[in-house]
DNA sequence: AATAACCTTGACGTACGCGTTAATGTCGCA
DNA sequence: TGCGACATTAACGCGTACGTCAAGGTTATT
């Protein structure tokens, strides 16, 4: 690792893009993975440089974090959190469409749109924490279970060694 | 379906067994899934009627619930698994050989084995919790924007009829 | 003893989520 | 212009967690 290139000169912009090797590092994931995303459609077509470089901005990175804490903490699978993400695009839509005044029934259907689908969101995450807490009630009960035996058991001992 | 056997009688106990079928209606997991957890080691070979059929019992149900909330709340491999519920059939071997009055240092060691593992579990449940927790958090602040820019729009769309 | 419902053990197939070469091209610096 | 680090696509491979036959045996009833 004598010199690295890191590409913050971009033409038009003053953004801070990333070659894949540098959002690997940060995301955690592989090159590979990040190129299987977007195969898969999770993750939109970066932008290059000449040469054919895959160009990564911060969003793309959130984006990558996002897709990784669905998939750890919530377990769904790529096509499920494909569905997700899409809802984010709205946003960068809106942002985009936001001086341009597009259609304005258009964009607040978009809105409930995305609105609808957080709230989905929000429901799974409130099933999945009820769910856990109760796991956590549960091996807590058994911890107290087994300190128990550990006592009674240590208590016998005891008992033996004054006989 | 017009008979059903329904093997409740059992030579020596008087504990209601049950067969693969039945396992499987309850628990929601497929016939396959169960010979396929047996060969993995997640479920004990469980006893046999004379012509070779499986017999579960109540305590393999509860196992198998287990397994499959271990892998759909907390995302581990069976491979994590079978590490996990290894601790479990301490409590078994406990109970089987609390007459027996086995070697009390041997008990207290798996009992402090048991522990120890579920111990980790409640660690690692208490991470996700935390980590769903969070999420949560986003999202509701995402329904905040939400709500708000679609009154944003409302107002607008409001002040353009009255124009 | 025939029949339906249930079970058995193979054994091959499959969807998902990437890993792993292989062959080649590009970038930035000396 | 040559070098090393970094990137590209294409294609095959792999582990996990089962699904899906196929061919046959068992159980309880009639």
Redesign the pocket.
């Given at each position: 690792?004598?010199?690295?290139?890191t590409?913050d000169?971009q033409p038009e912009t003053s953004e801070a893009y990333l070659?894949?090797?540098?959002v690997?590092e940060r995301t955690g994931?592989?090159?590979?993975?990040l190129?299987?995303?977007e195969e898969?459609g999770l993750l939109k077509p970066p932008s290059?440089?000449?040469?054919?470089?895959?160009l990564y901005s911060e969003d793309d990175v959130q984006r990558v974090e996002q897709i990784r804490r669905l998939?750890t903490l919530l377990g769904?699978?790529?096509?499920?959190?494909k569905e997700m993400v899409e809802a984010e695009e709205v946003k960068s839509q809106i942002r985009a469409e936001y001086r341009k005044d597009a259609d304005i029934t258009d964009r607040r259907a978009k809105l409930s749109r995305a609105q609808e689908v957080t709230e989905r969101q929000v429901a799974v995450v409130e099933q999945k924490l009820a769910a856990l807490e109760e796991m956590r009630a549960n091996l807590q009960q058994k911890l107290e279970n087994y300190r128990n035996w550990i006592a009674q058991l240590d208590e016998k001992a005891a008992a033996g060694s004054r006989s």
């Open positions: 690792m004598t010199h690295r290139r590409p000169e070659q894949i090797g540098e690997a994931v592989t090159q590979r993975t190129r299987f995303y898969k290059r440089l000449e040469g054919g470089f895959r998939q769904f699978t790529l096509a499920d959190i």
